[in-house]
């Protein structure tokens, strides 16, 4: 989440504090608007990774239920 966090504060000239709390609240946002079962996986997600490839996989097996 360290890259998004980066990317916000580059894109609108913030300062990195704030910028991290701009993230952190777009999760959350984000998250409470998921089924449980989804949002657990959101940080994991946004962290990236080999971890996140496999939470993507189970994801979209997911959607593809529904």
Known sequence: MNEIVQLVAQKFNL???????IVEFV??????????????????LLAGG???E????KLKGFFHKA
């Open 15 to 21: 300062s990195p504090e704030v910028a991290q709390q």
């Open 27 to 44: 999760v959350a946002q984000v998250k409470g608007k998921l089924p449980a079962n989804v949002s657990e996986h959101v940080e994991t």
């Open 50 to 52: 080999q971890e996140a």
């Open 54 to 57: 496999g939470v993507f996989e």
